[in-house]
């Protein structure tokens, strides 16, 4: 499997990267303050919480529920948050600067991890504290570690899916021109052709960058840095561009985060959806699906054929404020026991992080579409690896979404982007 390099704080990231060294203290990165808080409570066992975004797919309570019923003096309290990411992330932040001991174990999306761990919030995973990682995927390993220290458990990963109404598209369209193309259909049938994630908020910054990635660009060059000035990205991002002016994505949709989108596509008011795994569950069972029996699933459109997903996901982390570090992290173990994670896929139809249930017969039976999703996770392009990323994060939804909008043309808009980048102190 390829190993893209990722965005790192280096040379000219200089101040930035000083000050944030300063603070994480002792050369490790990773320790905070001194170190005294990632050397405290590892023994300790007791009652903790466990802190995560909206449960969508309800696999989280049950499993909770289990391990409670086993472990009468360490029960977990599930602490659920909002389902935009953006929020979740800064709810964490103001209760691991807060030092709040009572966020034990907090999901963490793959494009948090940097900046946790090298502001000293999460526990390394290493030494007492270590986990197994034998067969997971790869990509979610690297997703969890900083500087080759992995701080968070991968719990499961995500990559985007081409979702389709299998009874109006036979064949399911290969590249971005060929799913316009189809968009007639949609017309005929009176519903909006195209969706996916356009509100301001990470999921912009997912779409936007597969728009790029699946256009031939790269929002990253191979060293690292910001490459944003090519016909190629501009191409990508004036896809969507396009597509919002001549109405073959609906209008509504800038509005769009995962729910709003997987609820139109339900609603049989789309004809192609961008959005995770998670969406087959939901669309599959939920009483009100217009779509539960012509559900199609598919890799992202690209150039000349396939496209590239960004990657997804989200791992658990053990907090360094944690009154209670062995019971988090014996709960770190159960949530990537091979036991739950078959639980997630056939409950939740959340991707695995375990790469052998992508090729486990029984689970293959009930979801013919893990190879796709396979495929999707294994050819996605992350995004920058950076403790800067909520600054990069910004560059791309404020200029993606100014764009879409139509307030500035797609080629001005990612100029501004790379310069964004840069100034983040991440872009050398
Ligand atoms: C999903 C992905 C996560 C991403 C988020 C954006 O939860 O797993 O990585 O950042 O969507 O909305």
């Not at 003096?73 to 709810?91: G, L, R």
């Amino acid at each position: 499997m390829k190993t893209p390099r990722f965005l790192l704080p280096v040379a000219t990231a200089g101040v930035l990267a000083l000050s944030l060294s300063a603070c994480a203290g002792g050369g490790g990165g990773g320790t905070s303050g001194d170190g005294s808080d990632a050397e405290a409570n590892l023994d300790s066992r007791g009652p903790i919480t466990y802190v995560q975004g909206k449960d969508n797919s309800n696999v989280v309570r049950p499993l909770i529920e289990k391990w409670n019923a086993a472990h009468p003096d360490e029960k977990v309290t599930f602490k659920e948050q909002t389902d935009n990411a953006d929020q979740q992330h800064d709810d964490l932040v103001q209760n691991f600067q807060a030092k709040n001991a009572d966020y034990d174990v907090a999901s963490v999306d793959v494009v948090w991890t940097a900046e946790f761990a090298a502001k000293g919030w999460l526990q390394p995973l290493k030494d007492k504290m270590a986990i197994d990682t034998k067969g997971m995927l790869e990509p979610t390993i690297e997703a969890g570690s900083y500087k080759g220290t992995l701080y968070a458990a991968p719990v499961s990963s995500d990559g985007g899916i081409l979702y389709y109404r299998k009874d109006l598209v036979p064949t399911p369209p290969k590249t971005w021109d060929e799913m316009m193309g189809m968009c007639s259909i949609a017309k005929q049938n009176n519903m909006g052709c195209y969706a996916g994630q356009f509100k301001q908020y990470e999921g912009l910054t997912v779409n936007a960058s597969e728009a790029i990635n699946s256009a031939g660009g790269s929002v990253l060059d191979k060293d690292g840095k910001p490459n944003l000035n090519t016909p190629e990205a501009e191409a990508g991002l004036n896809n969507l561009v396009k597509a919002f002016k001549d109405g073959n994505i609906p209008a509504e949709a800038i509005t769009y985060q995962e729910e709003e989108s997987r609820r139109a596509f339900q609603d049989g008011k789309l004809l192609f959806l961008r959005n995770w795994p998670y969406v087959y569950n939901l669309a599959t069972t939920e009483g009100s699906s217009k779509v539960k029996d012509v559900l199609g699933m598919a890799a992202l459109p690209g150039k000349d054929g396939p496209g590239a997903s960004s990657l997804g996901g989200h791992s658990a982390a053990v907090s360094v404020y944690s009154d209670h570090k062995a019971t988090s992290l014996d709960f770190v173990k159960f949530l990537v026991q091979e036991e739950q994670q078959k639980f997630f896929a056939t409950q939740g139809s959340l991707a695995p992080v375990l790469g052998d249930l992508y090729q486990d017969q029984e689970l293959v039976a009930k979801l013919p579409y893990l190879p796709v999703l396979k495929t999707s996770i294994e050819n996605a392009v992350p995004r920058p690896v950076t403790p800067f990323y909520p600054a990069v994060t910004k560059a791309i939804q404020d200029n993606a979404y100014a764009a879409l909008k139509g307030e500035k043309p797609a080629k001005d808009a990612l100029s501004d982007m790379q310069k964004s980048i840069e100034t983040a102190g991440a872009g050398s």
